[in-house]
């Protein structure tokens, strides 16, 4: 990372809000929040951070609200609530923690992904004791749109208000969007079923805001294919 790049362009744009969605090493993205958190704390800036709920991926029986303890087994897990730690260091009205769950999108990889094994007749990998919440890229950028507008701050678990298996969520996709049978790979991380799903309590949004994951379920089919 070249710290005085983004000192640079942090100092000549003066944002008032910093929305990170970065990919990359975790090392790497690290210490360039670790970085951006001492910037933000003496000046006058917000961070909205998008994280996951594989923060809570060891916690499996249940769902996972605002306040509850992150714990997780996985690498992405830690690596987020690393950066969550430091995030809540700062004072709360300097940060929005968004917490997301599996995110879709028209376009987005985890549905290029679907049209590719479509299309090469290859399985589709599902996980069927992973119960889930979900949203999308359109109605995840309406939440956001309103957090920002609205200066909210603090932590806020971003999906659907109700859950679904994974299987059974991917299978409602490929029946309504590609209208075709598919073959399926049926993965079984273990043989009790796992909650990985974030709920909101505390800090809800507007009903507005709120929907069901077969509201998520109508954007993602809104363009057919037909292969």
């Known amino acids: 990372m070249d710290e005085g790049g983004l000192e640079t362009i942090i100092k000549e744009v003066k944002p008032k809000l910093i ?21 933000i704390d003496r000046s006058n800036c917000r961070i909205i951070f998008l994280s996951s709920s ?7 029986h249940f769902p996972s609200y605002e306040y509850d303890k992150t714990l997780s087994e996985s690498i992405y897990g830690r690596f987020k609530i690393k950066i969550e730690n430091d995030l809540l260091r700062l004072p709360t009205s300097k940060f929005v923690l968004a917490r997301l769950p599996m995110v879709f999108g028209n ?7 679907l049209d590719d094994s479509i299309i090469n007749h290859e399985p589709i990998e599902v996980f069927p004791n992973t119960i889930i919440n979900v949203n999308n890229d359109i109605k995840l950028s309406q939440q956001i ?8 701050t603090g932590v806020f678990h971003l999906g659907s208000s109700d859950l679904i298996h994974h299987f059974d969520f991917v299978k409602l996709i490929v029946q309504k969007r590609y209208q075709k049978r598919a073959i399926y790979k049926q993965v079984y991380t273990t043989n009790q079923m796992r909650y990985l799903a974030v709920l909101a309590r505390e800090n809800k949004l507007p009903n507005n805001l709120l929907f069901s994951y077969t509201e998520v379920l109508d954007d993602l089919t809104l363009v057919k294919k037909d292969f």
């Open 107 to 113: 376009h987005s990889p985890r549905i290029r992904e």
């Open 54 to 60: 594989n923060v809570f991926d060891t916690f499996q």
């Open 145 to 152: 749109h309103y957090i920002i507008n609205q200066q909210l």
């Open 19 to 39: 929305i990170s969605a970065l990919r990359g090493p975790f090392e790497t993205l690290i210490e360039t929040h670790q970085f951006l958190i001492k910037l």
